[in-house]
C-alpha cells in the first residue's frame, strides 16, 4: 500500500548533473529516515545518502558531489548529484528506514529504481 516512485533518472555527460526525486504514496513518511542506495552492474547495492532527524549523510564517494533533501509537504526526497563521473552509473534506489535511531539500515520500503547512466 506504501509506494515509492522514483524519476529523474537518464543519461548526461561526465561531469553534469541530475536530480532525482522520490515521491512517496499512503503513508506519510516525515518521520522516516530516507535515503539513497544505488546498484551498479556486477556489484552489490550499496549506500549513497541519508536524511533524517540527524541530518545528512553521504558515502565517501559521494561527498561532496550529491545532496539530498526532502520536502515533507510532498512527501518527497531528493538527490541532486553533480560533476557526474562514469562510475556513478547505476540503478538509484530510494529508501525508507523507520528507524527512531534515524539511520538507514534495513529499509521499510524502497522504490522501485530510476536508471542514471553517465558517458564519458
Known amino acids: 500500500q506504501v509506494q515509492l516512485v522514483e524519476s529523474g533518472g537518464g543519461l548526461v555527460q561526465a561531469g553534469g548533473s541530475l536530480r532525482l526525486s522520490c515521491t512517496a504514496s499512503g503513508r506519510t513518511l516525515s518521520n522516516y529516515t530516507m535515503g539513497w542506495f544505488r546498484q551498479a552492474p556486477g556489484k552489490e547495492r550499496e549506500f549513497v545518502a541519508r536524511?533524517?532527524?540527524?541530518?545528512?549523510y553521504y558515502s565517501d564517494s559521494v561527498r561532496g558531489r550529491f545532496s539530498i533533501s526532502r520536502d515533507n509537504a510532498k512527501n518527497t526526497v531528493f538527490l541532486e548529484m553533480s560533476n557526474l563521473r562514469p562510475e556513478d552509473t547505476a540503478v538509484y534506489y530510494c529508501a525508507a528506514d523507520q528507524s527512531p535511531l534515524g539511520v538507514i539500515r534495513t529499509p521499510t520500503y524502497w522504490g522501485q529504481g530510476t536508471q542514471v547512466t553517465v558517458s564519458s
Open positions: 536524511i533524517s532527524w540527524r541530518g545528512t
